[in-house]
T-cell receptor, first 109, second 116 residues
Framework: EIVMTQSPATLSVSPGERATLSCRASQSVSSNLAWYQQKPGQAPRLLIYDASTRATGIPARFSGSGSGTEFTLTISSLQSEDFAVYYC???????????FGQGTKVEIK | QVQLVESGGGLVKPGGSLRLSCAASGFTITNYYMSWIRQAPGKGLEWVSSISTSGSAIYYADSVKGRFTISRDNAKNSLFLQMNSLRAEDTAVYFCARGELWFDYWGQGTLITVSS
């Protein structure tokens, strides 16, 4: 099983600052990685897929990078609506095909 | 527009059964992989089960294999999850979601509480 590890668990950032979130896979997943944002009481929202492609309607301040085992989600200038929990998720062709990281909470500093 | 609406959640005793439904609109579920993903209270996301476009490929997490069954009704454009032999650790919000690799649309979720 591919284990996804996100760091840090909590990131304290001031509005307008940059946030950098990390996701590490226990073995290579190529570019088969997605990022989601989840706010309290809501379903997750797809932000990034294929490691670096923004989903429809996602602002340009969100960017993803990386391949293999190391991935990064960057929020260039945090807005008030960006304070949330972020999850990475890998997809592959062997079981289990989909696994999530444990999440990074981005909170107001 | 694409919409997924789950139903069927509630309180059930350990060892009991429950059937979740997910009504899809704005697209045809046979054109997409469909999945169930759950989230225990205060915890992260856990993939549970998926069904392929043809229905010929079905996948389960080890934690639910042999107890849960995913299915769909093409005529009703709906996805289902039959959950048997429920355990306390199955307590979670269950989301249905669309997608084969990543999940681009999610329902609002339905809460399952397994408790005596």
């Amino acid at each position: 099983e591919i284990v996804m590890t996100q760091s840090p668990a909590t990131l304290s950032v001031s509005p307008g600052e940059r946030a950098t979130l990390s996701c590490r896979a226990s073995q290579s997943v190529s570019s088969n990685l997605a990022w989601y944002q989840q706010k309290p009481g809501q379903a997750p929202r797809l932000l990034i897929y294929d490691a670096s492609t923004r989903a429809t309607g996602i602002p340009a301040r969100f960017s993803g990078s990386g391949s293999g085992t190391e991935f990064t989600l960057t929020i260039s200038s945090l807005q008030s609506e960006d304070f949330a929990v972020y999850y990475c998720q890998q997809y592959n062709n062997w079981a289990p095909r989909w696994t999530f990281g444990q999440g990074t909470k981005v909170e107001i500093k | 527009q694409v919409q997924l609406v789950e139903s069927g959640g509630g309180l059930v005793k350990p060892g009991g059964s429950l059937r979740l439904s997910c009504a899809a609109s704005g697209f045809t579920i046979t054109n997409y992989y469909m999945s169930w993903i759950r989230q225990a209270p205060g915890k992260g996301l856990e993939w549970v089960s998926s069904i392929s476009t043809s229905g010929s490929a079905i996948y389960y997490a080890d934690s639910v294999k042999g107890r849960f069954t995913i299915s769909r009704d093409n005529a009703k454009n709906s996805l289902f999850l039959q959950m048997n032999s429920l355990r306390a650790e199955d307590t979670a919000v269950y989301f249905c979601a669309r997608g084969e690799l990543w999940f681009d649309y999610w329902g609002q979720g339905t809460l399952i509480t397994v408790s005596s």
